[in-house]
């Protein structure tokens, strides 16, 4: 409402709160497209700004980002930030599939490679897996370069209908599924396997509405608040099966030159922290073909993700397409 | 900020819960109509939808899923506590079912590995629900109503 305020938009005829961090950007995405199929509007200006590193800092008060019922049985063990949450899911990982933090190095590092090529990107030097490995420990398993940046940032999509995207001067982007779901968390008592996330039932789901599979991704925008999320994300999106993310990434397949390039602005890792949208802001770089260095040659099917489903419990992402 | 040690802060909900540590007793709420487990407490049954509900104790019998240690301050309350363990507990009695807590060993602990339930009365007087290994974790396991 700010934003309609302050460009004098008298009549908004959409408007639309989410609230939370990186599990509803790409559902906001997939509910303006909702809204444009409706008719409801024309365009729409979809947008995330954060004040993350000046202002509030998820990880940097003790304080929970969100008063959710289980914050009473985390808070008194000292268990109140994300770092802590997704290592807690890493170490279940590293347990049951032998999963190794140079696994996660690899992550970390590929991302990193990208980032030098990205003006935009807050790390730009170069990083190696030694690098990686002698940083220090925040909370073990994960070392600093596990973890996402504190950003400063501001990401807006302008969204419109197929028809009026074709005539305008940019290379269409087209979304060709967008989904939602999970809704379980550790404190539901419905899930029996940490290490399988909402997007593996909700995947599926979004394949079949676009008409795609795993193979046919050029790249993937992948939701990296902690190099783990990529890695379980890697394998509940199909790109490799489940327990071997570990062995997937060291095979470079999600770097530079691999089958399937991941986050190829850097992600949270090295590019910032906007709650995921930036990652949609990339895809849309990479399909209209405008990524300079970094560019994925050829791209033409992007999946971009929200957080997978840990903590809140919920997910959502995008399957984007370049337009004729 | 929290400059002092977070505190449990009991709700409607969940007071029977916290009640219970105090005399050493793991309570758990149990649907009257399908018999599931379910914590923290709430109104509703998620499998089977019945509001008829009652509390248990459970022996607390457990096994390690995950554990973590934080170094990172993020909190004055924290500063002269790093590096600390925190674990993550899975109920025998309900896997689903799991709680974080503090541990109480030389030696770190092990994913899989069998733990018991300690009851910690804190300086404020508070208790809280730690962990350590469970040195006979074959002995019978059962809820009491």
Not at chain 2, 61 to 86: C, E, K, L, M, N
């Amino acid at each position: 409402m700010v934003v309609a305020q302050s460009l004098g938009i008298r009549d908004l005829r959409f408007h639309l709160d989410q609230f939370g961090g990186g599990s509803v950007s790409h559902a906001m995405v997939g509910q303006v497209a909702l809204a444009l199929h409706a008719g409801v509007a024309d365009t729409i200006v979809c947008y995330r700004a954060l004040n993350a590193r000046s202002g509030f800092r998820m990880g940097g008060t003790g304080r929970p980002l969100v008063d959710a019922v289980e914050t009473q049985f985390q808070a008194p063990y000292g268990y109140f930030t994300p770092p802590q949450q997704f290592a807690m899911e890493a170490r279940a990982h590293m347990a049951r599939y032998g999963t190794k933090s140079e696994h996660f190095g690899q992550i970390a590092v590929a991302q990193r490679e990208f980032a030098r090529d990205n003006e935009r990107a807050m790390m730009r030097g170069p990083m190696t897996l030694d690098d990686y490995l002698a940083a220090r420990f925040v909370v073990e398993p994960f070392r600093l370069f596990d973890c996402c940046l504190e950003t400063d940032g501001a990401v807006a999509l302008v969204l419109t209908r197929t028809e009026r995207a074709r005539d305008l001067r940019q290379v269409p982007v087209l979304i060709r599924g967008a989904a939602w779901g999970g809704g379980q968390n550790l404190y539901s008592n419905q899930v029996s396997d940490t290490t399988r996330t909402a997007a593996a039932d909700m995947a599926p789901r979004l394949y079949s509405m676009a008409g795609v599979g795993p193979s046919d991704f050029d790249l993937a925008e992948l939701y990296d608040c902690f190099t783990y999320s990529v890695l379980v994300q890697l394998e509940d999106y199909g790109f490799c099966a489940k327990g071997e993310g570990g062995p997937f990434v060291a095979s470079g397949a999600t770097a530079r030159g691999g089958s399937i390039p991941v986050n190829t602005h850097g992600g949270f890792l090295s590019e910032g922290y906007v709650h995921g949208l930036n990652h949609v802001a990339e895809a849309v770089s990479q399909l209209r073909r405008t990524a300079g260095a970094r560019q994925v040659p050829d791209a033409e099917l992007a999946l971009s993700t929200a957080q997978p489903g840990y903590v809140a419990g919920s997910t959502a992402a995008l399957v984007l397409r370049r337009g004729a | 900020m929290i400059d002092e040690l977070p505190e449990p802060t009991p709700d409607l909900d969940s007071q029977p819960f916290w009640d219970g540590l105090a005399l050493g007793e793991l309570r758990l709420q149990r649907c009257r109509a399908c018999g599931a487990l379910r914590w923290p407490a709430r109104a509703i049954c998620n499998r089977c939808a019945s509001f008829d509900a009652e509390w248990v104790d459970c022996d607390g019998a457990g096994v390690v899923s995950s554990w973590i240690r934080t170094h990172q301050v993020f909190a004055p309350a924290y500063r002269d506590r790093v590096p600390y363990v925190v674990v993550r507990v899975e109920l025998v009695a309900q896997g689903d079912i799991r709680l974080i807590g503090g541990w109480h060993a030389n030696r770190d602990p092990v994913v899989g590995e069998s733990v018991a339930p300690r009851f910690v009365r804190r300086a404020s007087g508070a208790f809280v629900l730690d962990w350590e290994p469970d040195l006979a974790p074959n002995t019978a396991r059962r809820l009491r109503s």
